[in-house]
């Protein structure tokens, strides 16, 4: 099976710009999390979807925002970029029946905002 | 809100030894552990995890232990090797009956030779 891809992977934009990453998830895999990683922070979770409805939230400004489709890729906006939105943006995919399924991660986006 | 801390945020040990990551989380209802390893400039990947009805779960080097009383678990690497140095990193998981991962900042372990 193939991977869990992730496009594009890098960006740079400029604040106040907006941006769109991909996800397309493991094939049969429903559930896409998105995470955001920086040095200090490690690993925040942003939001989870589910069959095309977003199942879980983490504590970002609205700024972020996301969707899924019917074939379960889904995709991450982030609008009025600031400079602190510079990071590696992760997403990871599972099964997503259960909270202990596993999951499976891409290789992320590095965003930078100048 | 859920939190998870994790310790050492660095650890240097010699090749051979035995490396000790712990963690401690704040909901009670977090059921599921996983502990992944990100090399650099790699992509997170699992390598153990552990359900909240086993108290012990090992995979030949690495072992994982889970105090539920105590809202604690660790990661143990024994025999470690030079390729076990990476940042790893614990979560807990099912918080109030989601299924958000709310994952510890991070141990960047260095693994001498």
């Known amino acids: 099976k193939a991977g869990v891809t992730q496009t594009p992977r890098y960006l740079i934009k400029t604040r106040g710009q907006q941006v769109t990453l991909s996800c397309s998830p493991i094939?049969?895999?429903?559930?896409v999390s998105w995470y955001q990683q920086t040095p200090g922070q490690g690993l925040q979770f942003l939001f989870e979807?589910?069959?095309?409805?977003?199942?879980n939230k983490g504590n970002f400004p609205g700024r972020f925002s996301g969707r899924q489709f019917s074939n379960s890729r889904s995709e991450m906006n982030v609008s009025t970029l600031e400079l602190g939105d510079s990071a590696l943006y992760l997403c990871?995919?599972?099964?997503?029946?259960?909270?202990?399924?596993?999951?499976?991660f891409g290789p992320g986006t590095r965003l930078t905002v100048l | 809100g859920e939190n998870v801390e994790q310790h050492p945020s660095t650890l240097s040990v010699q090749e051979g030894d035995s490396a000790v990551i712990k963690c401690t989380y704040s909901?009670?209802?977090?059921?599921?552990f996983p502990w992944y390893k990100q090399e650099l400039g790699k992509r997170p990947q699992l390598i153990i995890d552990?359900?909240?009805?086993?108290g012990e779960k090992k995979d030949q080097r690495i072992a994982v232990t889970l105090n539920k009383t105590a809202k604690h678990f660790s990661l143990h690497i024994t025999e470690t090797q030079p390729e076990d140095s990476a940042v790893y990193f614990c979560?807990?998981?099912?918080?109030?009956?989601?299924?958000?991962?709310?994952f510890g900042t991070g141990t960047r372990l260095k693994v001498l030779a």
């Open positions: 990871a995919s599972s099964l997503g029946g259960l909270a202990n399924n596993e999951q499976f």
């Open positions: 094939s049969g895999h429903r559930s």
């Open positions: 979560a807990a998981v099912g918080a109030s009956g989601t299924y958000k991962y709310i």
């Open positions: 552990i359900r909240s009805n086993v």
């Open positions: 909901d009670s209802a977090s059921n599921y």
């Open positions: 979807y589910f069959s095309e409805t977003q199942r």
